[in-house]
């Protein structure tokens, strides 16, 4: 899963944002219909948004953190142009997304690739569980969904990751993926009341909003 809404420009770091009151209902939703489910392990990131959509969706379950898999991490835009900031956040997971490429001026999207898949190499090598709920980040997920994929060290941008969004995935021993959905909205399954903005084209909207 992606963490459900949140509000990124809001004079909270980013690393200590909360569910808005709709994620917290996107949450539910999700809770709603992943019920019943035996997960034997429930992952995050440790960051706050993701622990508290865990806390909604798998309140039985003890929440992991793997501070390894917190999103992508950006660079300082305060003093950027807004015109850069357009360009940057509404192209940045466009396409096959070269590696070397540096999210709003940060962490390469290389880094993520390759942190993100030391911890799933190490999640898969575990025998000790078989369904496993992962609530992580729209940046992550993507690195996790190109891998199973491609099977290699790429960056595929064109998986969209609504807020609450579930992806569903099957892994053997033998390391062969099946993806079986992505970007399911268990609040919105035909995506008919989402935005037509991508998420990056959203935080552009936000973060001019907040501008004075």
């Not at 690195?143 to 569903?168: D, T």
């Amino acid at each position: 899963m992606r963490h459900a809404e949140v509000r990124y420009f809001e004079g909270v770091h980013p690393e200590h944002v909360v569910l808005t009151h709709r994620g917290r209902e996107q949450a539910c939703a999700a809770a709603a219909a992943l019920g019943g489910i035996p997960f034997d392990r429930v992952v995050t990131s440790g960051l706050e948004r993701t622990l508290e959509t865990a806390r909604i969706v798998a309140p039985d379950v003890e929440q992991e953190s793997h501070y390894a898999l917190r999103e992508i991490e950006s660079g300082d835009i305060r003093d950027v142009s807004p015109d850069e900031v357009q360009a940057m956040m509404t192209a940045a997971f466009r396409g096959v997304v070269p590696l070397e490429t540096r999210f709003l001026g940060g962490e390469s999207i290389g880094a993520l690739v390759d942190r993100v898949r030391k911890e799933i190499d190490a999640f898969l090598a575990d025998p000790d569980w078989d369904v496993a709920l992962l609530i992580l980040h729209g940046g992550v997920n993507r690195a996790i969904l190109s891998y199973a994929l491609a099977g290699e060290r790429m960056f595929l941008g064109g998986w969209e990751q609504a807020p609450g969004c579930i992806n569903v995935l099957d892994v053997g021993a033998d390391a062969r993926w099946i993806l079986r959905a992505v970007n399911h909205l268990p609040y919105d399954p035909a995506h008919a009341d989402a935005p037509r903005l991508t998420t990056m084209e959203q935080l552009w909207q936000e973060y001019l909003a907040s501008r004075p």
